[in-house]
Each structure stands twice: as structure tokens, then as C-alpha cells.
């Protein structure tokens, strides 16, 4: 009886090799997910968060008017409303302006002349060549124009700014450099200083 109860050592081992067979095999039955589709939740996750972290919205009336105080309030008065006599009423006045270094003599002129001068270049260069590149250059020049019944307060409930100066018959001087062209268009609040009624001379 007594040797029937004992177990010989390498019963023993057979049975602990057999315990430690199936402790791997568990673990190796807890497969881990694939790292691309780990991947793929991360940049998930990133994705949603930035589109929750920047929303798109307009810009409320207050903004708005707050933008346009700052913008206006960097304008100069008096060019401003030469500006606006020229447009309403396609005057023509010589002038000079001070700009960046530079001195632009010239005629102001309203927007429709100097965007009517450009249409009317690039009907004669590209009109039978190329008359796509004629209808999108027709097409961004009239833009230009401002509509002959505009209001002087804006969509905004704003009153107008204008951004653009047009003159033709441009002289522009430099260090005593002269350039001559037949139309110039410049944003108003880059000029300095300017003259009524000033030549370039001889």
C-alpha cells in the first residue's frame, strides 16, 4: 500500500511541465490588437479632438465693428473723401502721393476707368488666342468696379471704406530714377503724405 501512494520524482516533473505548458498557452491565447489599428483609433481620437477644439463661426456685428474702427482709424480723413469724390463722380484730379520711398505722380481716376483701360488691353492680346484667359481677365477687372448705386453705408451697416487709389499717366521716382506707366493702382493706407495738383516736372 505504502508504495502504491508514493509518487516517483519524475511523475513529479511530468506534472509541473504540464501545468507550465498550459499557463503559456492562456497567455498566448490573449492576442493583442494590430498596431495599425491602434494607429488608426490614436489619430481617430486626435481628429475629433481638433475638429471640437476650432469650430468655424462669422463674425459677430460687434467684431465686425470692431474691426472696421481699427481699419479706419488708420485712414487718412481727407484722402479718403477725395477718394469718394472721385468714384461718385468721375472726377479727374492730378496728384501726388508718398509712398515706401517713392513718389507717384499721376491723374486720379475712379475704379471703372482704370479696370475699363486693362479690360480692353487683354481683349486685344488674348481675345483670338486665348479667350478663356480674356473672359477670366474681363471677368476680375469688372469686379474691381464698384456698383454704380452703392450706398455709403456697407452690408455691415458700416459706412464704406475705400482701400484702392487709380491713377493714369504715372510717373514714379526714385533716387532719381524715373518710371513712367499708363495706370497704377495702390492701397491707400500705404500712402504717406499727398499733394493736389503736383507734376513730376521735367
Known amino acids: 500500500?505504502?508504495?502504491?501512494?508514493?509518487?516517483?520524482?519524475?511523475?513529479?516533473?511530468?506534472?509541473?511541465?504540464?501545468?507550465?505548458?498550459?499557463?503559456?498557452?492562456?497567455?498566448?491565447?490573449?492576442?493583442k490588437p494590430p498596431l495599425q489599428d491602434q494607429e488608426q483609433t490614436a489619430n481617430a481620437d486626435v481628429s475629433q479632438a481638433g475638429t471640437q477644439e476650432t469650430p468655424f463661426r462669422p463674425l459677430t456685428r460687434i467684431e465686425r465693428r470692431n474691426l472696421w474702427l481699427k481699419e479706419y482709424g488708420e485712414q487718412d480723413f481727407a484722402l479718403q473723401m477725395w477718394i469718394r469724390i472721385v468714384e461718385q463722380q468721375d472726377l479727374e484730379i492730378e496728384m501726388m502721393f508718398q509712398m515706401m520711398g517713392l513718389l507717384?505722380?499721376?491723374?486720379?481716376?475712379?475704379?471703372?476707368?482704370?479696370?475699363?483701360?486693362?479690360?480692353?488691353?487683354?481683349?486685344?492680346?488674348?481675345?483670338?488666342?486665348?479667350?478663356?484667359?480674356?473672359?477670366?481677365?474681363r471677368e476680375y477687372y469688372t469686379a474691381l468696379i464698384p456698383p454704380a448705386d452703392q450706398h455709403e453705408i456697407g452690408p455691415e451697416g458700416l459706412p464704406i471704406i475705400y482701400r484702392y487709389a487709380h491713377m493714369r499717366d504715372v510717373t514714379i521716382m526714385s533716387a532719381g530714377h524715373k518710371v513712367q506707366v499708363?495706370?497704377?493702382?495702390?492701397?491707400?493706407?500705404?500712402?504717406?503724405?499727398?499733394?493736389?495738383?503736383?507734376?513730376?516736372?521735367e
Open 1 to 31: 500500500m505504502a508504495d502504491s501512494a508514493h509518487q516517483s520524482p519524475g511523475s513529479e516533473e511530468q506534472h509541473d511541465q504540464t501545468s507550465v505548458s498550459d499557463i503559456d498557452l492562456n497567455f498566448a491565447g490573449e492576442e
Open 104 to 137: 507717384v505722380f499721376g491723374v486720379l481716376v475712379n475704379t471703372a476707368r482704370y479696370a475699363q483701360f486693362y479690360i480692353d488691353l487683354n481683349e486685344e492680346l488674348h481675345r483670338e488666342r486665348d479667350p478663356d484667359t480674356a473672359d477670366a481677365l
Open 182 to 201: 499708363p495706370y497704377w493702382r495702390g492701397r491707400i493706407d500705404q500712402i504717406d503724405a499727398f499733394v493736389i495738383g503736383a507734376t513730376p516736372g
